[in-house]
């Protein structure tokens, strides 16, 4: 059986996956602490520290990693450091390719001229139930419910961290923009299941084109009328990609 180690987006606790109902299912959580936020490249940190998570706890099961938005960057260095033994690797709405200049500058400045909680509830859309519902498909009923009962628990995660948690946050969003996982996107492209939804707003179908044109063996499947937050927002089709393409491997 294939264990499936999870990582959620940056911001987001283990409820998160709360919906997916797969079998053998481990979540990482992010460790925002002082190791994190003292690192020279926070991202590198995080990928060992998740690597040596996934090593003590699986040993020598087989394994796959499944991961949305910064966790699915991630999931690229993290397999690498391990060797390139995951079975497969699903990624929503996944970042890693290299920012340009001028906007990494811009977006960096924008950053650091906010305080950590500003940054978090922008970033997360955390400053109103409506800005965070605005990520999903509400006309549908059952969507609506799950993201309306997520949002005061991710809501309330953050109104509780510390200030050196917040900061933390802050530097993993300005490391992210030094990312360039192009090499890895490219070497384990064999690997890959992308998922990539038409009205993210967070990546646009530009950035799903790019990695399609870098990746022509992976497979990559795009939603129709879905947002960033494909677990909570259609959790039904995640299930059904992790037995298709994971347990029938």
């Not at 990520?135 to 200030?163: C, E, G, M």
Request: proline share 4%; aromatic share 12%; hydrophobic share 40%.
């Amino acid at each position: 059986m294939v264990t499936c180690i999870t990582i959620p987006p940056m911001g987001h606790s283990k409820e998160f996956y709360q919906y997916n109902q797969y079998k053998n299912q481990i979540i990482l959580e992010y460790p925002y602490n002082q190791e994190t936020l003292q690192a020279e490249d926070s991202l590198e940190y995080l990928a060992n520290y998740f690597a040596k998570q996934i090593k003590t706890q699986i040993k020598d099961q087989d394994f796959c990693l499944i991961g949305v938005s910064l966790g699915a960057t991630l999931s690229l260095r993290i397999n690498e450091l391990l060797e390139n033994k995951a079975q497969k690797l699903i990624l929503m709405a996944s970042g890693g390719l290299k920012v340009a200049r001028a906007r990494k500058e811009m977006i960096a400045h924008a950053i650091t001229h906010m305080p950590a909680k500003d940054f978090i509830d922008k970033a997360l859309a955390l400053d109103s139930s409506e800005s965070f519902l605005s990520h999903f498909d509400t006309s549908q009923p059952q969507v609506l419910k799950r993201a309306s009962d997520y949002y005061p628990i991710n809501k309330s995660f953050w109104s509780s961290n510390s200030d050196l948690q917040k900061e933390a946050f802050v530097k993993m969003a300005i490391d992210a923009l030094n990312v360039d996982y192009q090499k890895q996107l490219e070497l384990y492209q064999d690997k890959i299941i992308l998922l990539w939804s038409e009205n993210d707003k967070i990546f646009s179908m530009r950035h799903f084109r790019k990695f399609q044109k870098i990746m022509p063996q992976a497979q990559c499947l795009l939603f129709e009328g879905l947002g960033h937050y494909l677990p909570l927002e259609a959790p039904q089709h995640l299930d059904k990609i992790v037995e298709d393409y994971v347990f029938n491997i």
